[in-house]
């Protein structure tokens, strides 16, 4: 008599019972958002990056924080208040710095109170190079805004050359003439011989957004624009030989030294200057 064992019956869990991928994925993410939220560190760390990186893409863009720090102690040994253009900056510069130090103050206090576990040497080392980008970034801060400076006019530099070419070559015919389009209304000094055009408003060079607000010429045909708006403080120099800056007596018998400069082109500078 052959007794037949009965065949083995497998059983799975129908689709529904089993977890769809778009739920495994909004679990997972679920877990990382909850994790990064549990973790300080990942909050301080963002804090100083977020600062850094902020100021550094700032400064490469507004030219005008060169001269803050000039302008803030002038207005402190003046006993003035800062001006309306620094106002803005300074909120902003003060917001950042709230910021760096909130996260790097608040890594030390959490290694300290233990917070922070198993920190390691990795984060103690993070914090100082965060520390060493700080400083680094403060102690460079005039070559980094002019480095964003240079960067942004040598785009412009054709525009730059072909307008100071036209002025220089139609200087005396603007002088005389002030009905002409060349350029806007202005001043012009000394009057019997001018060598200075002051416009009244803003102005910008033809083809760019770079503001300025008086030109000097020389008689060696170097042409000058004293910049407005976030490059205010700087000078543009054009020079057709290529000659790199130099001192000048302007129309108002001012006198002009050179403190710091940087090319933009062969025949174009960016100078900033003592006046006296």
């Known amino acids: 008599m052959t007794i037949e064992s009965p065949s083995p019956t497998w059983s799975f869990p129908a689709d529904k019972d089993l977890p769809s991928q778009s739920h495994m994925t909004t679990s997972l993410k679920q877990s990382k958002l909850f994790t990064v939220s549990r973790n300080p560190r990942l909050w301080l760390w963002g804090l100083q990056l977020t600062a850094l990186v902020s100021l550094v893409v700032w400064m490469l863009v507004d030219g ?47 290694i300290i109170a233990g917070w922070i576990r198993q920190a390691g040497i990795k984060y103690i080392l993070g914090l100082t190079t965060s520390m060493a980008l700080w400083l680094a970034i403060l102690s460079n801060w005039n070559a980094i805004v002019e480095a964003g400076q240079s960067w942004r006019f040598r785009s412009e530099r054709q525009q730059i050359r072909k307008f100071a070419t036209e002025i220089d070559h139609q200087w005396k015919e603007l002088c005389r003439d002030p009905d002409q389009k060349l350029v806007p209304e202005f001043n012009a000094y000394p009057l019997y011989e001018p060598t200075l055009l002051i416009f009244l408003g803003h102005h910008t060079i033809p083809g760019t957004d770079i503001g300025y607000n008086a030109i000097e010429r020389s008689e060696s045909h170097t042409v000058r624009f004293e910049l407005t708006g976030s490059n205010s403080g700087w000078w543009l120099q054009v020079h057709t030989d290529h000659l790199p800056p130099t001192s000048f007596v302007g129309g108002l018998e001012e006198s002009f030294s050179v403190m710091r400069s940087r090319p933009v082109s062969d025949s174009v500078f960016l100078v900033h200057y003592d006046v006296q």
Do not use: E
Not at 83 to 108: D, E, H, K, N, T
């Open 64 to 110: 005008y924080l060169a001269q803050l720090t000039l302008g803030l102690t002038a207005s402190v040994q003046n006993g003035q208040l800062p001006s309306q253009q620094a106002w803005p900056r300074i909120v902003g510069l003060s917001l950042l710095s709230l910021a760096f130090w909130s996260g790097w103050l608040g890594g030390l206090a959490a």
